[in-house]
């Protein structure tokens, strides 16, 4: 018998978790919890969303405050320890909802866990997210907090919550932007929610319903796949973690038929503010019940019921209102400290050098954005002897690699560097400081390692957990096409493994000393000015690299690259 729509809170592996269904989840977590006498901070960082919102409740029924680490890099949560005595990821939650102790005790505390729901008021949660410092800093919500925010945002959407549809998540739940349309929304409207954050689009694309709604970022809509213009359409796409360039909206626009609604905010204002670029510079509205202002140093300050009040927060945005009447409409000028945003992440350019200076073999180091049209990260690095001694042993590419590496521990891939100098000084102007234009000089030529003419341009490249997908443009001047053959080039097939392994220690973090490849397969030539997608999926228990060169008719080759790494 299929649940009605009504019923239903979620969607996970085909299955329909209905109301029942996770509030059962939630009496079993709720009771492990009260019979372990649970420490009150409880750390949560799952994949499922439909676990992470059975954890949340059940933190906050046994009056516990979640704790939302940004990520769950061992290195990093070390950090954070001190904030939290539990924690739960999917595995835990997992394990103790299949406990036969847990589904017994819980069946009769369902009811009288239904009548001792705390007042929104009281369940505080506590987020982390990047400091002016770079460090992890604690930012405390309430659940009265997020549901006001999306109760004032709801009236603006409300039209295309119409019966049928659900909500994707490109994004995760462990940020403040995931979790209120991700969680908190659907929850309050009774629209389900797709419980696995998609990793890629054509991890949607199949499913997709007309009228469904879409959490995406930036970097998911500069990474627009084509199969969408075959799609059916969303009925709103909604976009946050940095302003989205005017080219990628309408790109969007016409692979969908919508225009993406932007949301501005961040952990600690929750939305502020709102737009759709239909023309080329539109300015930001401000949510409703949103007071907006510009302080001294010409940054926004923002007051609203959901944030604190009466009271202004001052922003580190600079803005320029437009000046009409009655609107408060603004424009984003830049930020006024050092946190850049990297794949729609919040970067912290002090953090990223603070863990390459306690490294060995680093004396000094900048990371900055060498260039405004690429938003790779890039690190100036002044080394130690001992670095030397390794730079000149292994060279420029396995350095990098090694300090990515240790960066790693600590931080999300969107952190680690992709750019390397290594200097024996910083480049300083005639008062000692380090002038943006004298760094950005040492990434105007390019890196010695790998030349332009041997590899392909690279229009998009995304990464999730052991996956990545790169989309490549040939040119027909490379290197490789002259001479094979005279009148009809193709690219070879010896290039095309070489490409594979360069582009897998790049986005692992591996290094491929030998391998063998298995189940080889090349299906058709690949030709001058072809635009083809590479993707790759790491198995480090295996020690394999699966890759597939293809477009849109199909494949072009594929196979396994088996390997050893270096110690």
């Given amino acids: 018998m299929s649940k009605s729509r009504e019923t239903v809170i979620c969607f996970e592996d085909n299955t329909a978790f209905d109301r029942g269904m996770i509030a059962a989840d939630i009496a079993k977590l709720t009771t492990y919890l009260g019979k372990n006498n649970a420490a009150a901070n409880i750390a949560i960082h799952c994949q499922s969303t439909r676990l992470f919102l059975v954890a949340l409740a059940a933190t906050w029924l046994v009056r516990g405050i979640p704790v939302l680490p940004a990520s769950d890099k061992q290195g990093y949560l070390d950090e954070i320890a001190g904030s939290f005595d539990l924690f739960l990821n999917d595995a835990a939650i997992a394990a103790i909802l299949a406990e036969p102790e847990n589904r017994l ?15 929104p008021e009281t369940c505080r949660a506590t987020f982390y997210t990047s400091g002016s410092t770079g460090a992890p800093k604690a930012i405390g919500k309430t659940l009265a907090q997020l549901e006001a925010e999306m109760a004032l945002q709801t009236p603006l959407w409300q039209a295309d919550l119409t019966a049928g549809c659900r909500i994707w998540g490109l994004v995760s739940h462990q940020h403040i932007y995931g979790l209120l349309f991700r969680v908190i929304w659907p929850v309050m409207t009774g629209v ?7 990793r890629f689009w054509e991890d949607i694309i199949p499913g997709l319903g007309t009228g469904d709604i879409i959490i995406a970022s930036p970097a998911h809509l500069q990474r627009l796949h084509p199969d969408l213009a075959e799609a059916q359409r969303p ?10 360039d005017q080219k990628s909206a309408g790109q969007a626009h016409a692979a969908l038929g919508i225009w993406p609604t932007e949301i501005l905010g961040s952990t600690e204002t929750g939305g502020i503010a709102w737009r759709q670029q239909t023309t080329t510079d539109t300015p930001w509205q401000p949510l409703p019940d949103v007071k907006t202002s510009q302080n001294a140093e010409g940054c926004l300050m923002v007051a609203a019921p959901h944030i604190n009040g009466d009271n ?3 922003t580190a945005d600079r803005v320029a209102f437009d000046g009409l009447a009655g609107q408060n409409r603004f424009r984003l000028l830049g930020r006024a400290d050092r946190i850049v945003k990297i794949e729609g992440k919040r970067i912290s350019l002090d953090r990223v050098e603070t863990h390459l200076r306690n490294h060995d073999w680093v004396e000094n180091a900048v990371a900055l954005l060498p260039d405004d049209a690429d938003n790779r990260l890039g690190a100036i690095v002044v080394l130690t002897p001992q670095g030397q001694q390794h730079l000149q042993a292994q060279g420029a590419f396995q350095t990098g690699r090694s300090l990515r590496s240790h960066i790693s521990h600590y931080e999300e891939d969107a952190a680690l560097p992709r750019r390397w100098r ?4 910083l480049p300083t102007d005639s008062q000692g400081k380090k002038p943006l234009h004298l760094l950005r000089a040492l990434f105007a030529q390019p890196a010695p390692a790998t030349p332009p003419a041997l590899l392909p341009g690279i229009v998009a ?23 094979h053959f005279p009148g009809s080039p193709i690219l070879p097939g010896v290039v095309q493994l ?25 299906r058709k030539v ?15 228990a295996r020690g394999q690299v699966k890759f597939t060169y293809s477009c849109l008719d199909g494949d072009y080759s594929s196979g396994i690259l088996k390997f050893s790494q270096a110690s």
């Fill in 105 to 119: 005790m819980a069946q009769g505390h369902i009811a009288t866990l239904a009548q001792n729901i705390p007042a």
């Fill in 192 to 198: 389900p929610f797709m419980a696995r954050q998609a």
């Fill in 235 to 244: 009925a709103r796409i909604f976009c946050s973690g940095g302003p989205l």
């Fill in 312 to 314: 202004w927060y001052h």
């Fill in 422 to 425: 290594f200097v024996d000084t």
């Fill in 461 to 483: 490249r995304s990464r999730e957990n052991d996956s990545a997908r790169l989309t490549l443009r040939l040119s027909p001047d490379m290197l490789y096409f002259q001479g």
């Fill in 498 to 522: 070489h490409w594979a392994v360069h582009y897998a220690q790049d986005a692992f973090d591996i290094v491929i000393t030998a391998y063998e490849v298995t189940q080889l397969k090349y």
């Fill in 526 to 540: 690949i030709t001058p000015d072809d635009q083809i997608h590479l993707q790759l999926t790491h198995d480090a």
